[in-house]
């Protein structure tokens, strides 16, 4: 290290510039820093799996040694290590994520298996019409495609540039999603939606700034900010079903933590769905919502 930030130091192996460098983003404060390196070590690399801890005691390759001390400068300064390598892993696929959209998270594919499973239910062997609000990285609409080959989606954002991303990552994934650009679901006006998903901006305003340095510095600010209490876009989602010929029989929103009872009471008072459904995430901490028509 010196005045610049991280410098590999001399002749060491793989694994002791992974020990090194994990040291140095536990002293700069960057949570996690094992996980951390260890993922833009394999970038660097470009190696993975058994290549890549056969290789640990090999000598650090000089011509990565540039590309690696930029990599470990940037992540201390605090930006996500998925910004960094340029993609994220959802679901089984990977998908190229920049700062104009958000980085998919693990809990958003239990909403997926949540609708994809409700779906299947509520259409068997059939092609619902489906539409992921606030789509970003494209990440829901493209694992759903995934999944339910069969089914006809489209997806929309406010943001051109997230729409860019998301048709990248869909178009290189060879899936069939259409894209559409607009607040919420203006652009659907008129439009028969089956089905409804959307993981919208839900943090708080005022909480913004108490978020973590990965997230609040680096993330973009739009995708996060939700109002006042964090429930403006399901407000205005429940508002804008009026623009649609008649609701969805089946809607499912990702939430913030502790919003789960209210946004289940607006589906509640909005009286279309005969079945509410909250979903825990991963910590038990009910994070999904969603609104189903079942059959009498």
Known sequence: MNDDGYVLSGALNISEARREASSFLEAAGVSEPLSN????????????????????RDPFPQDRKALWEEAIRRKAAGEPAQYIIG????????????????????????????????GNRLWPGGAPLVADIGTGSGAIAAALAHLRPSWRITASDISPEALAVA????????LDVTFKQGNLLEPFADKPLDIVVSNPPYIPAETIEGLQPEVRDYEPRGALDGGPDGLGPYRIMMEQLSLLPQPPRLIGFELGMGQAEEV?????????????????????????????????
Do not use: C, K
């Open 37 to 56: 390196t260890e993922l833009l070590l394999h970038h660097v690399l470009g190696l993975s799996g058994a290549a890549y801890l056969t290789a640990l």
């Open 87 to 118: 993609e994220q892993e959802f679901y089984g696929l990977t998908f190229q994520v920049t700062p104009a959209v958000l980085i998919p998270r693990p809990e958003t594919e239990l909403l997926v298996e949540a609708i994809a499973d409700a």
């Open 167 to 174: 048709q990248a990552n869909v178009q290189r994934l060879g």
């Open 264 to 296: 289940a009471e607006m589906l509640r008072q909005a009286g279309f769905w005969n079945e509410i459904v909250t979903i825990p995430d991963l910590a038990g901490i009910d994070r999904h919502v969603l609104g189903l028509v079942r059959e009498e």
